[in-house]
């Protein structure tokens, strides 16, 4: 399957990009951020990911040792009581965030929605708290349109079939799909 692999890395660059991004945001910012760790206003749950997200998750969760076993256990605690993503912990850790997807790696920096009418800006409401978003340089928010095109493009390379396809952002929709 190495057309796979490399479709998947693929994807990889596009997480790199939006790291990068949100690396070259915070960094203009940081002062306007308060994302840290155990910060989990922005981990909604209900969320679903891509095929290749999927894949990317699956394997993650598969190759690090206990992991899988730790989040079937959040599964069956659920410490959010269902109001929080499935894959944090009881302390607000994300147990699967080098291997995140891009929604996540999004959140939490200003970002431009395109609706019906018109381009929209919004942020975590802990963020940038007080500031008028449309003052913000064009390149201090990430184009919610361009990120979705480009992941569009790089699932359906990598799962032609089923490139609509959505899988839940839990435990048994990453792993038993």
């Not at 922005?42 to 699956?58: I, N």
């Not at 965030?97 to 200003?110: D, L, M, N």
């Not at 381009?119 to 978003?133: E, I, Q, S, W, Y």
């Amino acid at each position: 399957m190495p057309d796979r692999n490399l479709r998947l890395n693929e994807y990889l660059a596009v997480l790199a990009k939006v790291d990068a991004k949100f690396t070259e945001i915070h960094a203009r910012h940081a002062d306007r951020f308060q994302c840290r760790l155990g910060c989990h206003t922005c981990c909604a749950p209900g969320l679903s990911v891509s095929r290749v997200e999927q894949a990317r998750l699956a394997d993650h969760i598969r190759t690090t040792p206990g992991l899988e076993q730790a989040l079937r256990d959040l599964e069956r605690e659920q410490p959010h009581a269902d109001t929080r993503c499935n894959f944090l912990d009881a302390q607000g850790k994300c147990l699967v965030y080098e291997a995140r997807p891009v929604i996540c790696r999004s959140h939490g920096a200003p970002v431009r929605v395109t609706l019906q009418q018109g381009a929209r800006l919004d942020v975590c409401p802990l963020n940038f708290a007080g500031v008028d978003l449309t003052t913000l340089a064009a390149g201090d928010c990430i184009d919610v349109e361009t990120l979705n095109t480009i992941l569009y493009v790089v699932n359906r390379r990598y799962d032609a079939d089923g490139a609509g396809q959505r899988f839940a952002l839990t435990v048994r929709g990453v792993l038993e799909p």
